[in-house]
């Protein structure tokens, strides 16, 4: 079974837009945060996001969009594409440049790409909207694989000719680490020998916004308070959007290109709550089972872990059921990883939460240090027995564990090593 | 999920003739609309709104369509002929068409069905299409293109004195290549050890391009057909040669009808090699006649459906959905 590595990053993200800035803002324990201008209204609550800077796609026209200088990218490429769309084309030629690939390393038979986002909000009411008005005669051609779930696989397969794999996933805020984990499968059982993962988000109003009508976004007005996962005076998650990408290859093309990988990814497992389509279980059986399961499929113990990257959002119920599944996976058996949750700086970026995590691991990993828990004044009691470091550790673990879940109480344990 | 081809998006309504009067209002969403395109389609549009003069339709389609070629290849736009194709010279993909399309049936106000695009293969075909809807005339018969096996079929003339080795043909005239090959039989004597194309033999190669036209492109009338064999040459006027052609050239040849009444047809003929001129014909004048059409579905309709047929094979607006 060969192994698996990463070997290339590509990061649009609320901290930062590539590799150096978003690696400065972790250690420094930089936010991302800013009051959000369509969200300053009396009647929307939310006011903070973990907003994209450099990029302006408020437009649903594509054509009007702009991005930071470096990147070229053609009307008939970007036509087809939602806000995350481009996010992720900008963090795609990132990591094909990090990863130091060639175009014919990119475009063949043994190389795919998994993608993850929860498609364009804005863009589908802007096309439904359209239609229903004007007649679907006067609508776009390419208003579906521009908004529909799915969007991202479609464009960035197409644009980058893609030859192998290539899918998405849709399990809400855990889709883009089951990408990442059956992107690991294609490599670790031979049928693909490099594999692009990607996630993204719009992170704007449409991505944000209704999940205003579950409750959960924070109405903190105060960008330095509103993500504060594990403190007790959390009030819910903050939304961000954005684009990464992980690189991740098989021991055989690392050795031939002769590549230093960022770390290996060693395993992962997974497991579901069986509870409630939108709430985690209370104890957080699921999320303690899938990492029970990661460490069955890769033979590492618990003990040995020496940084968890929670999934942890900053809601109420959602951050005490993670802290009661780590007390389970790790207190009550010996060990006492670094525990701490980067949504702290970033924001939830949902579907793309878990590769850009992964991807903040890997960074972590290779420059040395382990990323604190930001804005945490007072601890949640139910984290007690957690080793939830609050500023930020200047050595780099060699094993990570990073969790993620998702609507329909789906959990994904994702185990990194770095010898 | 349907396949838009096959779908009636356009609706296949009638054309509305623009009565509406055009208010500040419309002004605006037409600005809006074309706000990627150069100032002079704005104001052909806004022309074509107010008069519904058709006269400013080509530069509103010439507009739209420069507006979605890629930056690097739109002076070809600029500086072509009708005969510029969408797809292989312009990069335009049957997405970008619809695109396209769309952006016409806004501007124009005008409702074009999915069925009457996939035969649209030239800047030419665009302009005559819209120009026939916006007049309210019968939609022209799309470009064909032929084959030398094609040609070799209807034309009286034969090798070795056929001087087409491929055309296109349309409702507004014809193209043609042909190359010299330096195997000419002519070419031993024209001239000593100087092999130059004779000027009367590029005549005849319009001649030939005429009479292609006369047979696969003309209107007729019902129930009758242009007789391969009532074609000849009457006169020539206005000739002038601009460049000796030699062996390894390839003459682009066109023709386009510039009078056309039983028993005579005249046409204007270029012919250039690359972008130069090598001869100019102000007038070739041919004499036809109608015989009664027998084969007539297999000669012209058969034709058009051969045309059809080909573009069914291979359609130029085949949008790929593999949704």
Known sequence: ?419 | MSDPVQSNLGGGKPFPLATKPFAPDDEAALREALKRCSPSTFEAAVQFRKTGNADHMPAVVIGVIERFVEPDLRTKLKDAGDDLRLIEDLGIDSLTMMEIVILVEDVLQLSINNDELRNLRTVGDVKTFIDCKIRGLPLPRPTKFLPIEHIGAVMPVQPPFLFLNEASVSSTGANGKYKITGQEFFLQGHFKDNPVMPASIMLEALGQLAVLFLLEGAPTEPGKMIGSNTIFFTGCEGVRAHRMCKPGDILTLSIKPKRMKMPLATFEGAIRVGQEKAVIAEDITLTFAFVESTVAPASIEGAAQAGNGEASANPPLRVAMNA
Request: charge should be neutral; aromatic fraction near 8%.
């Open chain 1, 1 to 419: 079974m060969p192994r698996v590595f990463i070997t290339g990053l590509g990061f649009v993200t609320s901290i930062g837009n590539d590799a150096e800035s978003v690696a400065s803002s972790l250690r420094e324990m930089r936010h991302g945060f800013e009051l959000y201008p369509p969200f300053q209204k009396p009647d929307i609550a939310c006011k903070v996001v973990g907003t994209i800077k450099g990029f302006s796609t408020d437009s649903v026209d594509p054509e009007d969009w702009t991005w930071p200088a470096g990147y070229e990218i053609k009307r008939e490429t970007i036509r087809s594409m939602a806000p995350h769309g481009l996010f992720a084309h900008c963090a795609f030629l990132q990591a094909v440049k990090d990863a130091r690939l060639q175009e014919a390393d990119v475009s063949n038979r043994d190389t795919g790409l998994f993608a993850a986002s929860g498609g364009s909000p804005m863009l589908t009411y802007y096309h439904h909207d359209r239609m229903l008005k004007l007649g679907p005669a006067r609508c776009s051609p390419l208003g579906i694989v521009a908004s529909i779930v799915g969007t991202l696989n479609f464009n960035l397969t197409a644009a980058f000719r893609i030859q192998g794999a290539s899918t998405g996933f849709s399990s809400a805020c855990a889709s883009s680490a089951h990408a990442m984990a059956y992107a690991f499968e294609e490599i670790s059982r031979g049928r693909q020998k490099r594999m692009f993962v990607v996630g993204g988000e719009d992170g704007n109003l449409g991505a944000i916004l209704p999940f205003a009508g579950m409750r959960t976004l924070s109405n903190q007005t105060d960008p330095n308070l509103a993500s504060r996962p594990f403190d007790a005076g959390r009030d819910g998650f903050v939304g961000t959007g954005g684009g990464v990408v992980v690189v991740l290859e098989g021991e055989d093309e690392v050795a031939r290109r002769g590549v230093e990988a960022y770390c290996e990814m060693l395993g992962w497992g997974q497991a579901s709550d069986g509870y409630n389509v939108a709430i985690s279980h209370p104890d957080g059986t699921g999320s303690r089972i899938a990492m029970e399961n990661a460490f069955a499929a890769t033979g590492v113990a618990p003990a040995q872990v020496e940084y968890v990257n929670a999934h942890a959002t900053s809601t109420l119920i959602g951050d005490v059921s993670e802290a009661r599944a780590l007390r389970s996976a790790f207190t009550d058996k010996g060990a006492r990883p670094a525990i701490s949750s980067t949504k702290a700086l970033t924001g939830h970026g949902l579907s793309l939460a878990g590769a850009m995590e992964v991807g903040f691991c890997a960074l972590a990993m290779r420059r040395g240090f382990t990323p604190g828990s930001a804005h945490i004044t007072h601890l949640d009691p139910e984290c007690e027995g957690l080793n939830i470091i609050r500023s930020t550790i200047p050595q780099g673990p060699k094993v990570v564990l990073k969790n993620s879940s998702g609507f329909g109480g789906a959990n994904v344990a994702i185990l990194l090593g770095r010898s």
